[in-house]
């Protein structure tokens, strides 16, 4: 079965950075666009960032555009979130994302930007 698996989470100090990773199974990764969303307390869910089957095309939310990177690595099934700059208003919990005729998450990781 489709199973996403996000690591990388945790506590980073304003302007600090962090990577995700996201460690996908259960389909063939390579035909498959992927995408990171948040989570924070009280807000919706938002898509942060993108990323077409082979990478070609990528889409980032306005609030993140120029700090965040999106990355996957076919060979690995894996896709990656690269944040750098970190502010406080980037406390989430992040969530990996692929749609194969349905919609299928992660379970999520914490990230806390905080001094």
């Known amino acids: 079965q489709v199973r996403l698996v996000e690591s990388g989470g945790g506590l980073v100090q304003p302007g600090g950075s962090l990577r995700l990773s996201c460690l996908a199974s259960?389909?063939?990764?390579?035909?498959?666009?992927l995408g990171w969303y948040r989570q924070s307390p009280g807000k919706e869910r938002e898509l942060v960032a993108s990323?077409?089957?082979?990478?070609?095309?990528?889409n980032y939310a306005d609030s993140v555009k120029g700090r965040f990177t999106i990355s996957r690595d076919n060979a690995m099934n894996t896709v990656y979130l690269q944040m750098n700059s970190l502010k406080p208003e980037d406390t989430a919990v992040y969530y990996c994302?692929?749609?194969?005729?349905?919609?299928?998450w992660g379970q999520g990781t914490q990230v806390t930007v905080s001094s």
């Open positions: 994302y692929t749609n194969i005729l349905d919609d299928y």
């Open positions: 259960g389909f063939t990764f390579r035909l498959y666009g």
């Open positions: 990323i077409t089957s082979v990478g070609e095309i990528t």
